[in-house]
């Protein structure tokens, strides 16, 4: 009865190796692309490593574009803010819906996971409007207030406090500690896999956001990576050396945060609070 079972096993592995192969392979290239000449990528190979490898594409896009590390700038304290408030915000109220007992509990989680059900796309037309009449539009805090709490990842942070053990909250109790204190001295520093589950999630999610830049913006001085790079892209159109350089810089910080956080995530995603 075992054999079939690890046969199959085996065979799911396999194939998972070969679908990750083929969805790498274009990141391989764009990455190779990025350090070779026009002229290289104009010829047609599909080679791996760069003939002539150069990291004049990388100069270009920084020295000769004045507004591309604006862009990126833009882009990362944008993307950090949204991830710090998220993870505070979330985490305080998804712990006050799984441990606090008030008026309106149930009817909050609720309405929070009502939330869930609305699309972006429709609350975009009254965040413009009320970011307009506080003046936020072309500035910071246009981009950052209206994200930095997500119904989704509230849902989330519930879902593990719930499982959290009342025991280590029992024993800061009788050492003295409030609610506030065994929150932030107790509860939250065990709450890593979930924490690092929420912060690759948010930061993705607003490193990679187009549509609220798209509409929120409109200075080019203020622009997000995303909305720099779809004019970046529209000015170079030709220059896919240029192009696949400034993809990467797009990219890699999104794979560093994964990377850096990976060994939490498998935890995090499995909602369970014994251990940090």
Not at 161 to 177: I, S, V
């Amino acid at each position: 009865m075992k054999k079939p079972f690890h046969g199959s096993i085996k065979v799911l592995y396999i194939g998972l190796i070969l679908y990750g192969i083929i969805t790498f392979i274009p990141f391989i290239w764009a990455l190779s692309a990025s350090f070779k000449s026009l002229a290289e990528i104009s010829s047609g190979g599909s080679n791996f490593i760069p003939n002539s490898f150069t990291f004049d594409n990388y100069k270009q896009i920084f020295l000769q574009e004045p507004r591309f590390g604006r862009w990126l700038f833009n882009s990362a304290i944008v993307a950090l803010i949204v991830t710090f408030f998220n993870l505070l915000f979330n985490s305080m109220a998804g712990y006050a819906l799984a441990r606090v007992r008030f008026p309106g509990n149930q009817f909050l989680f609720f309405l929070i996971l009502a939330v869930l059900v609305v699309p972006a796309q429709i609350t975009l037309l009254p965040k413009f409007l009320i970011l307009k009449s506080l003046g936020w539009l072309n500035s910071y805090q246009g981009l950052i207030v209206p994200t930095v709490v997500n119904a989704t990842f509230i849902f989330m942070m519930r879902q593990f406090f719930l499982n959290f053990p009342k025991e280590l909250e029992e024993a800061a109790a009788l050492d003295g500690l409030n609610r506030f204190e065994t929150f932030f001295q107790v509860v939250l520093p065990l709450a890593k896999p979930a924490l690092a589950a929420q912060t690759i999630f948010i930061f993705m999610g607003s490193w990679n956001e187009f549509l609220l830049p798209l509409v929120v913006m409109s200075d080019p001085d203020m622009f997000t990576l995303p909305i720099g790079l779809n004019a970046f892209k529209g000015q170079y159109i030709t220059y896919w050396n240029y192009i696949m350089a400034a993809s990467m810089v797009f990219t890699l910080p999104a794979l560093a945060i994964y990377a850096f956080f990976n060994r939490y995530f498998i935890q995090g995603v499995t909602f369970t609070g014994g251990k940090s």
